[in-house]
């Protein structure tokens, strides 16, 4: 059912349109293969939001990339406002919020034309709290911040300790073969901010991209070693998508970022980059072999490949094991091992797991008889979990920060973190958290 619509063109009827998003693409089951669909002249675009969709209609020729581009802003808006601190949405929390979600809707549309998504500019003026005894002052500043260029961050904002957090989170994707070769492989990565600047600061910073170090290189004189040896080491990044905030033309004409950051936490962009990754481990040459029809030996080892003074921790290795395995005898170099039919094999937790080290487990299972001994057991691969602070598979990081505040000229505090990690999205409500499999 409908739970909330609002027409800004009359050119549709709500009730006829309900009906065919039901019966044309829910009944169908069509909702979760496909983003968008046109039925005559109409057009259905739509995006899961927690056991709800978000549903925009059209007759127009639009711009489908931006729609869905504003249907991702509503849903941070929505959970900006409804979602508190574990960030869930359901439908009773919009029926109890029709009004305020409704003024929502009213304030970043203008007849069906998307205007201001900001979650934090909106929470200024649409709240649900008392006003404060100067809200006329306050007034004008949001008015200013509204209709201005800079949108996303209000002006006048004080903080005591001007400080500046980079985190560059990195999801490795990769399957190898039991030999160590890679078969395929991918990293997504996104550099989030959280910002705690006075006034109008102008952020700028640079990355060891191939163009954005050939670039520098050509500018400059060829008898520059240092800069040859940097160049060297750049990378190639396959796809970029940035914040609103960053001026794209400064990025196109020389490659470096800068941007008005918004106050707080954001994420600056987001990127792609499937060449020359170098995971932070590998599994050396996985046996699991049948002795006999009652036993299976397993062999597993797996050394970390960055540096002895990084360390991973959560490092889970989920090894398979057929459906008939009953008992298993473990031993680990390092960390726990135990069977765990739950999950399909042996579960190894390592906590803490050094730099430039190798850990083995051997493991004996002993197997029942199958009722069917003609269905062969499939040998799916062996999975791994992990996080690897200070360290990206990429090799991306960032090579200058500068934070500039014309008027009040403070200097200020820096902070880069790196994350590299990978897990099991069959179990994960992230599914963008990354996969490392190894086929046996």
């Excluded at 039901?22 to 669909?37: F, Y």
């Excluded at 240092?226 to 940035?242: E, G, P, T, W, Y």
């Excluded at 920060?401 to 009040?408: D, F, H, P, Q, S």
Aim: proline share 4%; glycine share 6%; aromatic share 8%.
């Amino acid at each position: 059912q409908t739970i909330l619509s609002r027409d800004f063109r009359e050119d549709v009827d709500v009730r006829s349109i309900s009906s065919a998003f039901r019966s044309r693409i829910l009944i169908q089951k069509l909702a979760d293969r496909m983003p968008l669909k046109t039925i005559g002249t109409t057009s259905f675009l739509w995006i899961p939001f927690e056991s709800m969709y978000l549903l925009a209609v059209t007759k127009k020729n639009v711009n489908a990339a931006l729609v869905f581009e504003f249907l991702y802003k509503m849903e941070k808006v929505f959970l900006a406002y409804f979602g508190g601190k574990k960030q869930v949405m359901n439908e009773d929390i919009i029926k109890s919020n029709v009004a305020l979600v409704l003024e929502l809707i009213d304030e970043v549309l203008d007849f069906g034309y998307p205007q201001n998504c900001e979650a934090d500019i909106l929470k200024t003026y649409i709240t649900t709290k008392d006003l404060p005894a100067d809200a006329v002052q306050q007034m004008n500043k949001i008015t200013t911040g509204i209709t201005g260029a800079v949108s996303w961050r209000q002006e006048g904002i004080m903080h005591r300790k001007n400080e500046v957090f980079i985190d560059i989170i990195e999801n490795v994707n990769m399957l190898m073969s039991n030999k160590g070769q890679i078969l395929s492989s991918g990293v997504s990565g996104k550099i989030e901010m959280n910002c705690f600047l006075s006034g109008m600061p102008e952020c700028k910073f640079g990355l060891n991209d191939k163009l954005m170090m050939s670039g520098r290189r050509a500018a400059a004189s060829s008898t520059n070693n240092s800069l040859q040896k940097r160049a060297q080491k750049a990378i190639d990044i396959d796809d970029i998508n940035f914040h609103q905030c960053v001026r794209l033309s400064k990025f196109d004409s020389d490659r470096t970022i800068s941007f008005i950051p918004p106050d707080g936490k954001f994420e600056v962009m987001s990127y792609r980059i499937s060449h020359l990754i170098v995971p932070p481990f590998r599994v050396i040459s996985p046996i699991v072999r049948e002795v006999g029809k009652s036993a299976i030996e397993v062999k597993v080892a797996i050394k970390s490949v960055f540096d002895r003074r990084l360390f991973g921790k959560k490092v889970v290795i989920k090894i398979p094991l057929p459906s008939n395995a009953a008992k298993c005898k473990i031993r680990v170099s390092i960390g726990r091992a135990k069977y765990k039919p739950e999950k399909g094999g042996i579960i190894w937790s390592i906590k803490r797991f050094p730099g430039s080290e190798r850990h083995n487990l051997n493991a004996e299972v002993q197997l029942t008889q199958l009722t069917d001994s003609r269905k062969k057991w499939d040998r799916p691969p062996i999975a791994l979990a992990f996080e690897v602070p200070m360290y990206t598979a990429s090799g991306l990081h960032v090579r200058f920060l500068r934070v500039v505040e014309k008027k009040m000229d403070y200097r200020a505090t820096k902070w880069v973190r790196y994350v590299s990690r990978a897990g099991f999205p069959e179990e994960s409500k992230n599914k963008t958290e990354g996969g490392f499999e190894i086929r046996i």
